[in-house]
């Protein structure tokens, strides 16, 4: 079945650039999301791009899609504290409902000083 | 853009009550809405579809009499946790999408102890 995976863990230092990994198996993705989790609270939808782009850049946020390789990332440019959170990948296929949006396990990122 | 409201933000109860938990769309109507499970640590799981007006559909394992579901309206959805038992205790999170194919978004979920 269709699988959605990321790194457990990264560790960044403030100011500097993070970059989430995410490798997907489903090639008949449609869209690609990107949703922060942030502890206690649900998930704040930060970005997404459709399956016919390559990059998507929005403020310091920046997402590269890979389609051949099925590997998108999200680099966050001077991350910053209030950057901590839970960040997870996400699919859904045009040829399923929207119920069936497959979540990675998530990518803790924390920022050290 | 699109919100979803969900209420209680927390909630402990003891063993063999139940508990009700609403999912509104705030500014958009939602004929369909999403109840996902999170327990910690780990990724959502989806549990069930909720549709306005018609039965909910839930995903493999997930017990009907257990969790039910009402959508009553184009913008609220409600997950009753039945005769809570300690192994209920999780994070239950709703979603919607103001459109098809669109993203989903999401409450911010409910905390649910069960002692």
């Known amino acids: ?113 | 853009g699109a919100v979803v409201s969900q209420h209680p933000s927390w909630v402990i109860c003891k063993s063999g009550t139940s508990v009700k938990i609403e999912c509104r769309s705030l500014d958009f109507q939602a004929t369909t809405m999403f109840w996902y499970r999170q327990f910690p640590k780990q990724s959502l799981m989806l549990m069930a579809t909720s549709n306005e007006g018609s039965k909910a559909t839930y995903e493999q394992g997930v017990e009907k009499d257990k969790f039910l579901i009402n959508h009553a309206s184009l913008t609220l959805s409600t997950l009753t946790v039945t005769s809570a038992h300690p192994e209920d205790s999780s994070f239950y999170i709703c979603s919607a999408n103001d459109r098809d194919n669109s993203p989903l978004h999401f409450g911010n979920g409910t905390r649910l102890t069960v002692t």
């Open chain 1, 1 to 113: 079945g269709e699988d959605v995976e990321q790194s457990l863990f990264l560790s960044v230092r403030e100011g500097d650039s993070s970059v989430i990994n995410c490798t997907y198996t489903d090639s008949s993705s449609t869209y690609l999301y990107w949703y922060k989790q942030e502890p206690g609270a649900g998930l704040q939808l930060l970005t997404y791009i459709f399956s016919n782009m390559d990059m998507k850049q929005d403020q310091r946020l920046t997402v590269l899609l890979n389609k051949k390789d099925k590997h998108l990332s999200l680099r966050i440019a001077d991350t910053q504290t209030g950057d901590s959170a839970i960040y997870f990948c996400a699919e859904s296929s045009r040829y399923s409902s929207a119920s069936k949006i497959i979540f990675g396990s998530g990518t803790r990122l924390s920022i050290r000083p």
